[in-house]
């Protein structure tokens, strides 16, 4: 179906076809589980869509911050891409140096998305006299990304809900609810991006969360409220930005396919149809969209790694920009995850030592000087996180390498627990078992079937025998496009072994995969479209494989979320909460009698007494006048129980002193985490129950969240 439209009399044409699918594909998906008439639904997610609008405007921006780098990429094939990539690099980047010295406000939030549209805007208006379109003509849209329309409408509509209500495999998006969103929060409210000794991952990177701030400052978000203002919309729009940035990483993951099937010999069609088709893989891989919906980070790493392949694959770069670009989004990536040292420097560094070695002109001092640039920028990019850490607790990469530079505030005990939920128990053929089949303890039909670990696991479809057959496809049976295969199943075999000697072993750990298989699946599809064209009973045949390709990875996409919040009868849905915006958590508007324990937190009565979570460590949207921490970091009730044993007496005054009246205990939770071996050893259900009891007893009783109220300095229970 692609060449026809490619040579259409109007380019536009790939185009309408492209927005068509996806809006006939959003209308559907959009009724999916809703409990209203079409016609409601589709009003509603309009309404979210809108909300969405800063991150259009934060990834616009992203695009015209790449254009004084132009000049690096001046002789390269794909201009437009390898800006939008850098450009993002650099804004993120920015963004983490801006609040880490303090400037996290509407001042700089609207300046930066400022500059960078009016960069975009002069360079495309350049493009424009130049009669050429953002990515020239040989960047034309392929209408073989029609196939991938579909998977898109899942990931916007998913991305419409409010946090917490989606995807059962990330327990309602529970590290959104714990950091992701709510690390921005107390960094609004301070003007400043700072690690906190109550939740160790604001020791992270953290640029996508300095991201979600700079959303909040530049919308002009109440410090107090922060991203919860209003009805919560900001929290769409970071849902947004991150579904964005899945995009990105899909499309550029489909401009690197395309550029090593031209590599390899394909004409200039195949390889853009090529092109479609894995970036279409890379998105309706269901994990993807799992993730991209969410307001995670792992796009961020994809949409870096593929720029950074791309650099790799261009002519006419000097290796100083060659070296350079490549260390500037692969530090970007760290800067998005700690992990992507490994899982985007290595396929990247793969890629770039070739292509620093083949354009070596028979001197070393090339190679020499690329990878030293590589390394100097992505240290520079890096630079905001290892200052800021090493300035707060001596250790640039806290709570990493705590044996080579201290724990910070750290007991050897907190390290030990943090080391533990960060470690997997096995042998090493337990490590090679996960990547397949369930981990050791459970089995196929347990009902922990989230112990498929690695490729097994359903939300991630076709894509292992998919890359598994495209490798071998490549390699064994196009001998232009050998090298280019083997150096992409180099990388993905070394992503593989980092993530069985450094991980824990989760599925979603192997997300950096994607754009690097997914660039070896557009490769043996490119072969197989050479290979149909040279027939003329074959070619329909061989143009259909990718998109069919792409279309079953929909499939898995679909059922996986058509599944959410499905009862066993049948009733429910994903899309129950398609009208609702996040201050649905809230309990804005319930009667008190009816308020949830977040509820009645926003309409206490007294708000100068700060309310301690105990259990709980997803705060997001008990908002603004809690005391909270992650079940690694101190406990505050933990530590007084442990200077004045069986005393609650002394307990309540030294809580007291700190502003807090208020708890609400979480003892399922508690319980869970002590199982793990993860929380305070000395907060146990137990201990909460007879402080309880010291204090009066429970308050009120939501038996359904399984929590409960406690006042501070209430009449002992008899």
Known sequence: MDEPL???????????????????????????????????????????????????????????????LARLWKPAEDAAALQLAAGLAVLFSLGELLGVVGLLGPLTGVATWAIGLGLATWDIAGRVRARRSLGGERGRLSAAWAFGAPAGAVLLVAAAMPPGWLWASEYGGYDALSYHLQLPQEWLAAGRIAPSEHNVYSYLPGYVEAAFAQIGAATMAPRDQGLLAGDGWRLIACQ??????????????????????????????????????????????????????????????????????????????????????????????????PTSLFFAGLPAGVMLAAALWRGRGGSIRGPLVGLGAGALVGLVAL????????????????????????????????????????????????????????????????A?????????????????PLVVSAAMVAMVGWKSARRDAALLGAGLVAQVGAWLAFTHLQSRFLLPTLPVGAILVGLALARVRVLGDKRPDGRAAAGLLGGLLVVAQTVFCFVIYQSQHRAEDGTGGPGLLLGAFPDFFTGAGAADEEASAVGWCHARADKNALVYLVGDATPLYFGPGVVYHTTFDTSPLGTLMRESPNDPAAWERALRTRGIGWLIVNPGEIARLQGSGWYDPSVTPESMRDFATAEGGAERVWRDEGRYLVRLGGEPSR
């Open 6 to 68: 490619d040579r259409a009399a109007h380019p536009v044409v790939p185009y309408a076809i492209v927005a068509g699918c996806l809006a006939a594909s959003l209308v559907v998906v959009s009724m999916v589980g809703a409990d209203a008439a079409p016609g409601v639904a589709i009003g509603a997610l309009s309404l979210k869509l809108g909300a969405m609008w800063p991150a259009v405007v934060m990834l616009a921006a992203g695009f015209g911050w790449g254009r004084p």
């Open 240 to 337: 947004a930005l991150h579904a964005g940035l899945t995009l990105i990483a899909a499309w550029l993951t489909g401009c690197v396919a395309a550029r090593v099937a031209v590599r390899a010999g394909a004409g200039d069609l195949v390889a853009r149809w090529a092109g479609a088709c894995a970036g279409g893989i890379a998105l309706a891989t269901p994990w993807a969209v799992v993730t991209g919906s969410l307001a995670y980070n792992e796009a961020g790493v994809n949409a870096m790694l593929a720029g950074a392949l791309l650099v790799c694959v261009q002519t006419g770069l000097s290796p100083a920009a060659r070296g350079g670009l490549v260390g500037l989004l692969v530090g970007v990536a760290c800067g998005f995850k």
């Open 383 to 446: 630079a905001p996180w290892l200052v800021r850490n090493a300035l707060h607790g001596g250790n640039p990469v806290f709570p990493f390498a705590a044996d080579l530079f201290g724990s910070a505030h750290w007991t050897a005990d907190q390290l030990a627990r943090y080391r533990s939920a960060h470690t997997f128990v096995g042998s090493v053929a337990d490590r090679f078992a996960t990547l397949l089949w369930a981990s050791p303890g459970s089995s196929p039909g347990d």
């Open 448 to 464: 922990a079937v989230e112990r498929f670990r690695g490729f097994a696991n359903p939300q991630w479809g076709l894509f292992a």
